[in-house]
T-cell receptor
Framework: GAVVSQHPSWVICKSGTSVKIECRSL??????MFWYRQFPKQSLMLMAT?????????EQGVEKDKFLINHASLTLSTLTVTSAHPEDSSFYIC??????????????FGPGTRLLVL | AQSVTQLGSHVSVSEGALVLLRCNYS??????LFWYVQYPNQGLQLLLK??????LVKGINGFEAEFKKSETSFHLTKPSAHMSDAAEYFC???????????FGTGTRLTVIP
């Protein structure tokens, strides 16, 4: 099956610093990737849709200047949390959309990145 | 508006017993339907999906789900629970032509030895 990786798997940073999270599709090309945020014991909330070569589409209530998304290639999207604050502490999960000839579209998820802002 | 309802945030079953996790959706047209499993501190793994065709879908680890249009449901079942099935399960839908998934709130499955 398709594999999506995320790096780092966890990060601790000081308040006010910026953190970059990478999402890679390892064995397929993904023109579209998605960034989700998951709070403890809650569901995934879509933050933004990342399209290769164009600007990301942000969901309502998500600050685009706070959460910078870059999708520079067909296998890599990055999420940068700028000037992180403790309330940004969360589990960030990316997914990449694969299109299969027989079975159509499927989203494959990365293992997630746990961010703790002190 | 699209919504996904998972009845029961926690479900406990005995090892070897039937697993039934419920999912209902609201959509003007039948969407694509998915079940994902999440183990602690990990991302989501696709269990199965329904797009078109046969309404009974078989997935990995012995799970299956049946799309019932009349009931707008896509319940997940497994005949015999195993300890390794303990995890969080998410139902998700994607409308035809849409890019993103809408997730339910999840159901935590506990398997009792």
């Amino acid at each position: 099956g398709a594999v999506v990786s995320q790096h780092p798997s966890w990060v601790i940073c000081k308040s006010g610093t910026s953190v970059k999270i990478e999402c890679r599709s390892l064995d397929f090309q993904a023109t579209t990737m998605f960034w989700y945020r998951q709070f403890p014991k809650q569901s995934l909330m879509l933050m933004a849709t990342s399209n290769e070569g164009s600007k990301a589409t942000y969901e309502q209530g998500v600050e685009k200047d706070k959460f910078l998304i870059n999708h520079a290639s067909l296998t890599l999207s990055t999420l940068t949390v700028t000037s992180a604050h403790p309330e940004d502490s969360s589990f960030y999960i990316c997914s990449a959309r694969a299109i299969h000839q027989m079975s159509g579209e499927t989203q494959y998820f990365g293992p997630g990145t746990r961010l703790l802002v002190l | 508006a699209q919504s996904v309802t998972q009845l029961g945030s926690h479900v406990s079953v005995s090892e070897g017993a039937l697993v039934l996790l419920r999912c209902n959706y609201s959509s003007s047209v039948p969407p694509y339907l998915f079940w994902y499993v999440q183990y602690p501190n990990q991302g989501l793994q696709l269990l199965l999906k329904y797009t078109t065709g046969a309404t009974l879908v078989k997935g990995i680890n012995g799970f299956e789900a049946e799309f019932k249009k009349s009931e707008t449901s896509f319940h997940l079942t497994k005949p015999s629970a195993h300890m390794s099935d303990a995890a969080e399960y998410f139902c998700a839908v994607r409308e035809t032509g849409a890019n993103n998934l809408f997730f339910g709130t999840g159901t935590r499955l506990t398997v009792i030895p």
